[in-house]
């Protein structure tokens, strides 16, 4: 059947889709399958978050423990010729290290291997900011000429950092600890080693298709869905492949909107039929509701 995948791109544009209330996205990762790839994907991505937040203050003057990096300054050279360190270069080292006190303080406290993968998780999502800085520069000169170039470091907008971690998220590489507990190799040895780049997970995925209160998953059963859409809010895949009912609604809606000099806009009230697609609920023994 069709695999309801927690964190697809749709989802997370579109958190009313998740299986479960907002609120509970926590539970979901705390309880049994705290080691499985959402998990990887949750840490990474606040790991990250904590580095742009606070390399962000730190650009903008809002923290007194730092400011621009302290480091850009005076004349380097690129591909472009030679130009001189100005503006405000984000403190992005003081971020990572801040970051690394933060979120990894829990983690160091245990020597299991939930804590080993959390950290190598904490660890990727900070290098996914430092990946996406940039270099932006500045002309000088009579007439728009270059004459001279100044020149700042930059993170992307965060969305790029969050993009990269999805897709980090989706080839997620499944490890076991290896003898001596130090490490982690790859559970399927036909898969590459896992670079500092990569997110881990130890356990599976729990089946987010089915209601299951030991992992806060209310299941997809009664779920309205979009019959017209080929992404994860279709009625094939949140559907999990069970069908759907489809029932027809009333419905009032603002109609025929006319903009009233000055100024509002005045609607009409319209009475609109349409049909609502709702996920089926399990009936073969395989999807029998766990409570």
């Given at each position: 059947?069709?695999?309801?995948?927690?964190?697809?791109?749709?989802?997370?544009?579109?958190?009313?889709?998740?299986?479960?209330?907002q609120?509970s996205?926590?539970?979901?990762?705390?309880r049994g399958?705290?080691?499985?790839?959402?998990?990887?994907?949750?840490?990474?991505?606040?790991?990250?978050?904590?580095?742009?937040?606070?390399?962000?203050?730190?650009s903008?003057?809002?923290?007194?423990?730092?400011s621009?990096?302290?480091?850009?300054?005076?004349s380097?050279?690129d591909?472009k010729g030679?130009?001189?360190?100005?503006?405000?270069?984000?403190?992005?080292?003081?971020?990572?290290?801040?970051?690394?006190?933060?979120?990894d303080?829990?983690?160091?406290?245990g020597k299991?291997?939930?804590?080993?993968?959390?950290?190598?998780?904490?660890?990727?999502?900070?290098?996914?900011?430092?990946?996406?800085l940039?270099?932006?520069?500045k002309?000088h000169g009579v007439?728009g000429?270059?004459?001279?170039r100044t020149?700042?470091?930059?993170?992307?907008?965060?969305?790029?950092?969050?993009d990269?971690?999805?897709?980090?998220y989706?080839g997620?590489i499944?490890v076991?600890m290896n003898?001596?507990?130090?490490?982690?190799?790859?559970a399927?040895?036909?898969f590459?080693?896992?670079?500092?780049?990569?997110?881990?997970?130890?356990e599976s995925?729990p089946?987010y298709?089915?209601?299951?209160r030991?992992?806060?998953?209310?299941?997809?059963?009664?779920?309205?869905?979009?019959?017209?859409s080929?992404?994860?809010?279709?009625?094939?895949?949140?559907?999990?492949g069970?069908?759907?009912d489809?029932?027809?609604?009333s419905r009032?809606?603002k109609?025929?909107c006319?903009?009233?000099?000055?100024?509002?806009?005045?609607?009409q009230?319209c009475?609109?039929?349409?049909?609502?697609?709702?996920?089926?609920?399990?009936?073969?023994?395989g999807?029998?509701?766990?409570?």
């Open positions: 059947k069709p695999k309801f995948n927690l964190f697809s791109e749709n989802n997370t544009q579109d958190f009313s889709l998740l299986p479960f209330k609120e996205l926590f539970q979901v990762l705390r399958k705290a080691s499985s790839r959402e998990s990887a994907f949750v840490h990474a991505i606040s790991s990250a978050g904590v580095v742009f937040a606070i390399t962000r203050a730190c903008q003057g809002e923290l007194k423990s730092c621009c990096d302290p480091k850009k300054k005076g380097a050279k591909s030679h130009f001189d360190w100005g503006g405000c270069s984000d403190n992005i080292d003081y971020g990572i290290k801040f970051a690394r006190a933060f979120v303080a829990k983690e160091r406290k299991d291997a939930r804590a080993l993968m959390n950290l190598h998780n904490n660890r990727a999502g900070r290098k996914a900011v430092k990946r996406f940039k270099q932006e520069c002309c007439s000429s270059c004459t001279l020149c700042w470091l930059a993170m992307a907008d965060f969305r790029k950092t969050g990269y971690l999805w897709k980090k989706n997620a499944q076991v003898q001596d507990g130090t490490g982690f190799t790859v399927n040895k036909r590459k080693k896992p670079t500092k780049n990569d997110l881990v997970y130890f995925s089946d298709c089915i209601r299951d030991d992992v806060g998953s209310l299941g997809t059963a009664g779920r309205v869905c979009n019959q017209t080929r992404g994860m809010d279709s009625c094939e895949v949140m559907c999990c069970r069908g759907y489809t029932s027809r609604v009032m809606t109609c025929e006319k903009f009233h000099w000055c100024c509002a806009v005045r609607c009230d009475l609109e039929v349409v049909d609502i697609h709702t996920c089926k609920a399990p009936k073969s023994a999807w029998i509701t766990r409570t």
